[in-house]
């Protein structure tokens, strides 16, 4: 889903959010001795958020990556990246790995190492319930005003359809959450993103956004690394074999998503 930009705008240390795992990690492996530096971008839920307090992360990734951890034998630091800077972190150190629903495709595998996938994935449409908005579809939507977090998989795919011809207003937000406070307020009309982040939104009783359209292409969300680290990614391999073959990885799911969204992904 997301993006690959140069430019490194924020990188800010979540102050506090240092977990234990059991076990000594090898020699060398990480940036920071005993422990795995994840860049984050804090602010896509359900997969990284901040808990009510506005400190403590949580979400699929931050319970995959504590648990991965473990297995490594390694604390786990999170440090909260904006998007537009997280390839870049990775690439100058910053942290060791980014796990932040990050997209494995052919740029991106070009660019950087990848752990075999975690997550399977598509696209989404949304619209207000009861809205007077008659497309159905991301093609059907010329004249609309259409929101997507920008430099993302859905901004690949509506950028695709304009260069096809499509004539819509694009309305691209640094954060997902700011195209659904939008859409309450009238400001927007369409949301194209990850069916994962539209499930939880249409998931309340009383929610006022409804899922309208999703992709039949999926796609694979992984762990990336700086190009290269080849020793770090074969750890992580390994650990992730071992959460997807204990069952860790099922029942982090079913606890976030209600749902198997993680088998598929190996499949």
Not at 86 to 101: E, L, R
Not at 164 to 178: C, D, I, P, Q, S
Request: glycine share 8%; net charge negative.
């Amino acid at each position: 889903m997301k993006k690959v930009v140069l430019t490194v705008l924020a990188v800010l240390v979540v102050s506090g959010v240092l977990f234990a795992g059991g076990g000594k990690q090898s020699g060398g492996l990480t940036i920071k001795p005993g422990i795995l530096t994840v860049g984050m971008e804090i602010g896509y839920p359900p997969m990284e958020y901040f808990d009510a307090d506005g400190k403590t992360p949580i979400g699929f990734d931050v319970s995959m990556a504590k648990a991965l951890a473990v297995k490594m034998g390694l604390q786990v630091e999170f440090v909260d990246t904006a998007w537009d800077g997280i390839f870049a972190g990775v690439d100058t150190g910053k942290y060791d790995c980014i796990i932040s629903s990050v997209t494995i495709n052919p740029a991106r595998l070009a660019a950087h190492n990848f752990s075999r996938p975690y997550v399977s994935n598509t696209l989404a449409m949304v619209l207000m319930k009861g809205s007077s908005i008659t497309a159905k579809t991301p093609a059907d939507c010329a004249g609309l005003d259409v929101s997507y977090q920008e430099e993302t998989t859905s901004d690949t795919y509506m950028t695709g359809l304009a260069d096809k011809g499509l004539k819509f207003n694009a309305r691209e937000y640094e954060k997902v959450m700011y195209c659904f406070d939008e859409m309450k307020l009238g400001r927007v009309d369409v949301i194209v993103t990850d069916l994962l982040v539209a499930y939880d939104y249409v998931a309340p009783a009383d929610s006022p956004f409804e899922i309208v359209w999703q992709s039949s292409e999926a796609e694979q969300f992984g762990i990336c690394m700086k190009k290269g680290n080849d020793a770090l990614t074969a750890e992580i391999d390994k650990a992730l074999d071992a959460l997807f073959a204990d069952g860790t990885l099922l029942k982090i799911s079913q606890d976030i998503f209600g749902m198997d969204l993680v088998t598929a992904a190996r499949q």
